[in-house]
C-alpha cells in the first residue's frame, strides 16, 4: 500500500485529486513540490526534507496564464505550476499588471526563473512574488480535496499564519483583476547569498484622481522568515488624501507600528521596520 511505504520515493500525479490523495495517505512524511527550489532554501538552513515528494509537474490543469472576461471584468488567471520565467515573458500579465512582472524580474537568476513556479513561491508563505500579489489585489484558488476555493490572498495569507489552513490544500491558481493606469512600485532589499529571501521585500499601487486625490491604494511589506502583510491601517490613512509631506511624516510612522515583521540572525524586526518605513515614503513621495 502506498502509505505503508517507509522508503523514500517521488511520486508523480496526474491529476489535483490523486495528489490530495497521496499527501493524505502518506500524512506529514509528505509534501508537494513543483520544481523544488523553495526545498533547497530549506536544505541550506538545515532542515530536515520529507521522506516523500509529490510532484505536481504533470498536473496540466494548473499550467498555463488566460485572459478571461467576467460581468463586464477582465481577469487574467495563472496556473500554480507557471514558471516566474513564463510570467516575466507574458504579455498579458505586463498588459494586466505591470508590478507582478516587475516583482518577477527581481527574483532570483534567470535559471532559477525558469524552474520556480507562481504557486510555490505563493504556497511558501514568504515568497517575494507575494507583496506585490498583494498590492494587485490577487486571488488565489486552492484545492482542497473535493472543491476549489478562491478568495484574497491577504486573506489567505492571514488564515494559513493563523493554522487555519491544512497542510494538505493545494495551490492551484492566482488571478489579477486589472490594475489600469495605477502607478506602482517594487523594491527588494536583500542578501548576496544564493536562495536567500530578502531582508524585506515591499509593493504599492496607487490610483489617483487629476488633482491627485488617492483614489486607490495598496501597500505590502514582507522578507525574510515574514508572512508578506497588507498594510491596511496605512492604506487608510492615505485613502482620499493627496501625497503630501506631513501626509507621508504620518505613513512612515503608521509602517513602523503596523508592519510586523520577525527577527533572524540577518536582520532585527526594528531594523525591517525602518527599511519598509523609509521605502515606503520614499517611494510615495515619487509620485507626487
Not at 527581481?106 to 500579489?133: C, E, H, K, Q
Not at 515591499?202 to 486625490?213: F, L, P, Q
Not at 503608521?254 to 527599511?275: C, G, M, T
Request: glycine fraction near 10%; charged fraction near 20%; aromatic fraction near 6%.
Amino acid at each position: 500500500m502506498l502509505g505503508e511505504m517507509l522508503s523514500p520515493a517521488v511520486w508523480f500525479p496526474k491529476s489535483l485529486e490523486e495528489a490530495w490523495g497521496m499527501r493524505q495517505r502518506l500524512g506529514s512524511h509528505a509534501c508537494f513540490i513543483a520544481a523544488g527550489t523553495l526545498l533547497q532554501i530549506e536544505w541550506e538552513k538545515g532542515r530536515v526534507d520529507p521522506g516523500h515528494l509529490i510532484n505536481l509537474e504533470g498536473i496540466d490543469e494548473i499550467k498555463g496564464v488566460s485572459r478571461e472576461v467576467m460581468s463586464g471584468r477582465s481577469v487574467v488567471r495563472i496556473g500554480a505550476l507557471t514558471t516566474l520565467g513564463s510570467l516575466l515573458s507574458s504579455s498579458l500579465v505586463l498588459q494586466h499588471s505591470p508590478l507582478v512582472t516587475e516583482a518577477v524580474r527581481g527574483i532570483a537568476a534567470p535559471a532559477v526563473r525558469n524552474r520556480a513556479t507562481i504557486g510555490g513561491n505563493v504556497a511558501s508563505g514568504i515568497g517575494d512574488a507575494i507583496p506585490a500579489l498583494l498590492a494587485a489585489d490577487a486571488l488565489v484558488s486552492t484545492f482542497d480535496g473535493s472543491t476549489r476555493l478562491t478568495k484574497p490572498l491577504w486573506r489567505w495569507l492571514q488564515e494559513k499564519d493563523n493554522g487555519q489552513i491544512t497542510s494538505s490544500e493545494i495551490v492551484a491558481q492566482i488571478e489579477l483583476p486589472g490594475s489600469g493606469t495605477a502607478d506602482y512600485f517594487y523594491r527588494k532589499i536583500g542578501r548576496r547569498e544564493a536562495f536567500i529571501p530578502s531582508v524585506v521585500t515591499i509593493a504599492g499601487c496607487c490610483m489617483r484622481k487629476e488633482d491627485g486625490t488617492i483614489t486607490h491604494i495598496r501597500l505590502a511589506a514582507g522578507g525574510g522568515e515574514t508572512s508578506p502583510q497588507r498594510l491596511q491601517f496605512s492604506e487608510k490613512l492615505l485613502q482620499g488624501m493627496s501625497i503630501q509631506d506631513a501626509v507621508l511624516e504620518d505613513v512612515y510612522r503608521n509602517v513602523l507600528e503596523e508592519f510586523q515583521p520577525v527577527s533572524d540572525v540577518f536582520a532585527s524586526a526594528y531594523y525591517r521596520k525602518q527599511i519598509a518605513a523609509n521605502v515606503i515614503a520614499s517611494e510615495l513621495a515619487k509620485f507626487a
